[in-house]
């Protein structure tokens, strides 16, 4: 049931981080990958490649859409499909409200929000095709956050766009439940990696947040491989627009 042997997975921003935890666990699950990244992910492919799986690079800024056809097209040529894609690509920009840019406001949003749909367009095109000549569920994971569900402070790009992730996780499972795909979130709590680096070099920050975490502890990138493995595995085929939240009881408190 939770095997991904013979499926082929897009991961977005597979150099660094969760995209990289969740690269290396869906390949230790049996699946291909091609990472998605601004530069190439070799250290990432070395890792896929050392559980017995095939990874290709593809090269893609995705803080535009322009790219979007070229990443499925070279992941279809080096393949041969695609059954997963997890949209994990995304950047955070830190300001108070009242000084926040236009800048900043369109790169986070264009990022997270407006390249994640555009690939599920992209991608989803293919699986609905598939789903009906072979059965196969394309599955579609998107990266959300607890912003999907909180406010946060001095990030209003980011928490519009990862409610926005929420609401379309939600919008593109209604309307490809029926098509053959099922499309999820996985919401992370606080993860160590280079986009909370800040929080995590903040002494005050830090312990606040690790006092609210009844876990005590950060998150790391391999805390989420497993929430992205079942969500992409055939045991979550009746799952759909569940944005699941894996972030050491934070949302509990
Ligand atoms: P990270 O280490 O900074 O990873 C972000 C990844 O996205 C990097 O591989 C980065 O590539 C890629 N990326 C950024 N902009 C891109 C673009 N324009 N085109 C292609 N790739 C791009 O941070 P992370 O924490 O793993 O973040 C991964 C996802 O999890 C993000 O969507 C983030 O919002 C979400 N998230 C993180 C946390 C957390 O606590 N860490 C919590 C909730 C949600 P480069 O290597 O080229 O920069």
């Given at each position: 049931?939770?095997?991904?042997?013979?499926?082929?997975?897009?991961v977005?921003?597979?150099?660094?981080?969760?995209?990289?935890?969740?690269?290396?666990?869906?390949?230790?699950?049996?699946a291909?990958?091609?990472?998605?990244?601004?530069?190439?992910?070799?250290?990432?492919?070395?890792?896929?490649?050392?559980?017995?799986?095939?990874?290709?690079?593809?090269e893609?800024?995705?803080?535009?859409?322009?790219?979007?056809g070229?990443?499925?097209?070279?992941?279809?040529?080096?393949?041969?499909?695609?059954?997963?894609?997890?949209?994990?690509?995304?950047?955070?920009?830190?300001?108070?409200?009242?000084?926040?840019?236009?800048?900043?406001?369109?790169?986070?949003?264009?990022?997270?929000?407006?390249?994640?749909?555009?690939?599920?367009?992209?991608?989803?095109?293919?699986?609905?095709?598939?789903?009906?000549?072979?059965g196969a569920?394309?599955?579609?994971?998107?990266?959300?956050?607890?912003?999907?569900?909180?406010?946060?402070?001095?990030?209003p790009?980011?928490?519009?766009?990862?409610?926005?992730?929420?609401?379309?996780?939600?919008?593109?499972?209604?309307?490809?439940?029926?098509?053959?795909?099922?499309?999820?979130?996985?919401?992370?709590?606080?993860?160590?990696?280079?986009?909370?680096?800040?929080?995590?070099?903040?002494?005050?920050?830090?312990?606040?947040?690790?006092?609210?975490?009844p876990?005590?502890?950060?998150?790391?990138?391999?805390d989420?491989?497993?929430?992205?493995?079942?969500?992409?595995?055939?045991?979550?085929?009746?799952?759909?627009?569940?944005?699941?939240?894996?972030d050491?009881?934070?949302l509990?408190r």
């Amino acid at each position: 049931m939770f095997n991904l042997i013979g499926r082929k997975a897009i991961v977005t921003g597979a150099n660094t981080g969760i995209g990289q935890g969740i690269a290396v666990a869906l390949a230790k699950a049996g699946a291909d990958i091609a990472l998605v990244g601004r530069s190439a992910a070799a250290e990432t492919q070395a890792m896929v490649q050392a559980e017995g799986r095939k990874a290709i690079l593809v090269e893609a800024d995705l803080s535009s859409i322009e790219p979007v056809g070229d990443v499925v097209s070279q992941t279809i040529e080096g393949l041969g499909r695609v059954d997963i894609l997890v949209n994990n690509a995304g950047i955070i920009r830190r300001e108070d409200a009242l000084e926040f840019s236009e800048a900043d406001w369109d790169a986070v949003v264009d990022t997270n929000m407006k390249a994640l749909f555009f690939m599920s367009q992209a991608v989803g095109r293919h699986m609905v095709d598939w789903a009906s000549q072979d059965g196969a569920r394309g599955k579609i994971v998107n990266i959300a956050s607890m912003l999907t569900f909180q406010g946060g402070i001095r990030v209003p790009s980011y928490t519009a766009s990862k409610s926005g992730v929420g609401g379309l996780t939600k919008l593109l499972a209604n309307e490809w439940a029926s098509k053959g795909i099922n499309v999820n979130a996985i919401a992370p709590g606080y993860i160590a990696t280079n986009n909370t680096a800040a929080l995590q070099a903040d002494e005050t920050r830090n312990r606040q947040i690790l006092e609210r975490i009844p876990e005590g502890r950060w998150g790391d990138p391999t805390d989420i491989g497993g929430a992205a493995v079942f969500l992409s595995s055939k045991a979550a085929d009746y799952i759909q627009g569940h944005i699941l939240a894996v972030d050491g009881g934070w949302l509990a408190r």
